[in-house]
């Protein structure tokens, strides 16, 4: 199976580029088998994106090699600290013994740099075409990071607090995704992971990251615990899809 997919690659329509990371399910037989009995690969992303921008998608699970996250070789750590995890985003182990550096280091090679390398390539035609790019990096979540108690908004936009995009361009899609019925929450809890940050220090890149709520899409009606998540409301997709295109009319915008 492909990897990763690259939708709208040569066309040139729009100075955008869609990032999903997290998407993927996929996982490699040798992690399959290294997993402790009952591990729960968590968090996984199921945003889809608007049809029409060039769009990159990762179909290996985040599990094998988080390409949100700069490169960390470490035998140990949390999720948030590794790019190879060792821990479930519940800080529950996930193999009954440190993965192995070359391990490590073939995982990067082979679920890492690949990711990385297309979405580089990618930025750099739209820069070539255009002079510039929007970098749209999409993820979801089910609650604020150890403050399961807090009611959290619909949508966080994480932009290094206007560091990564101007604050116009958020108080934009702020502003086109609350008309749409979206709560809207500025860089609290997300700031932006590394793809944001990483890319958006180029002056000719703008990049923002959007997460959206579980509950906006998923269900509305239930607790997200420490689950892998294999079904969703389709109603309640539907919905979310048609309030989203908010933003797709907004991005279809920029020239």
Known sequence: ???ITIQNQHTHRYPVVISLPHSGTWLPDDMRQALLPGAILANTDWFLPAAGFTTL???????AADPNR???VAPAGSYQRTTVYQQNTFGHPLYAAPLSLPTIEHRLA??????RTALQRLLADKIAAFGHVTLIDLHSFAFYPGQPSIHPQDIVLGSEHDQTSSKAFRLQVTAALTTAGFTVSDNY????GDITRHYGQDPRVTALQIELNYRCYIGNTRRYGEEELTDYDPA????ASRRLLAIKRLLEQIQ
Do not use: E, K, Q, S
């Not at 998608?57 to 599990?63: A, E, F, K, L, P």
């Not at 809890?189 to 932006?192: A, D, H, L, V």
């Not at 309640?236 to 919905?239: C, G, H, R």
């Open 1 to 3: 199976m492909d990897l």
């Open 57 to 63: 998608t990762n179909h290996v699970n985040r599990y």
């Open 70 to 72: 700069p490169v960390i």
């Open 110 to 115: 082979a679920y890492y740099h690949p990711y």
């Open 189 to 192: 809890p997300f700031r932006g």
């Open 236 to 239: 309640l997709f539907a919905a």
